[in-house]
């Protein structure tokens, strides 16, 4: 069954420094997410992505944060400086009109 | 903004037990979705309902847009039914999540 993956599993980072999250969303998807959750807490959405654009962000998506899509098949994730409250897993999602949305395993991020 | 609220926010199950979990959303939505997160953190598409009634296999789920709520039923639970469950709905291309109902069944 076609799945979505994410990339890496778990990344540290010192604060300040940019980091670059991966996905790879379900071959014949149109729509993509990211979201986040702070350890313990509720799944928070960031961004939706469609045609190259984004439809929709959510307050915490800032100037800190970027999505692209630079080829047919990744979507990626840029937080330009890291801070400590940046720490949390991230989930890529995608879906198709008409259908539910699929979650990747996550990446986990530190921010030392 | 809406706002959806899942309930109970905690519950504790008997191997074998059924329950109901219920969400409430504040405005008309496009889609709801059930997620289950399992304790290894996997967010699991468990059901697509923006209406009506679905089934599969214990589990069951109702979404009365209408009057919005939605209910997730899971019949003879099991030990591995534990996890969190969260409603989702989306407004638009924004998607809002529940804060979930923590469920750990004992064997």
């Known amino acids: 069954e076609p799945e979505v993956t994410q990339t890496p599993s778990h990344q540290v980072t010192q604060m300040g420094q940019e980091v670059i999250l991966r996905c790879v969303p379900i071959s014949n998807h149109l729509y993509f997410y990211w979201y986040r959750q702070i350890l313990g807490q509720k799944v928070e959405f960031l961004v939706s992505?469609?045609?190259?654009?984004?439809?929709?962000k959510s307050e915490i998506f800032d100037d800190q944060f970027s999505v692209e899509r630079p080829d047919g098949s990744n979507f990626t994730l840029k937080i330009r400086s890291t801070k400590l409250e940046d720490s949390a897993m991230y989930f890529c999602?995608?879906?198709?009109?008409?259908?539910?949305?699929?979650f990747g395993a996550g990446t986990r991020l530190s921010v030392l | 903004g809406i706002q959806v609220e899942q309930s109970p926010p905690d519950l504790i199950l008997q191997e074998g037990a059924n329950s109901t979990l219920r969400c409430n959303f504040s405005d008309s939505v496009n889609n709801l979705q059930w997620f289950h997160q399992n304790p290894w953190g996997q967010l699991i598409n468990l059901f697509y309902?923006?209406?009506g009634t679905k089934q599969n296999g214990r589990l069951s789920a109702t979404t009365v847009a209408t009057e919005r709520y939605s209910l997730l039923y899971i019949s003879s639970s099991q030990t591995t039914d534990s996890g969190v469950y969260f409603c989702a709905v989306e407004q638009g291309f924004k998607t809002i999540f529940g804060a979930g109902t923590r469920l750990f069944v004992k064997a």
């Open positions: 992505f469609y045609n190259n654009e984004i439809s929709e």
């Open positions: 999602a995608s879906t198709r009109t008409g259908s539910g949305q699929y």
């Open positions: 309902i923006p209406s």
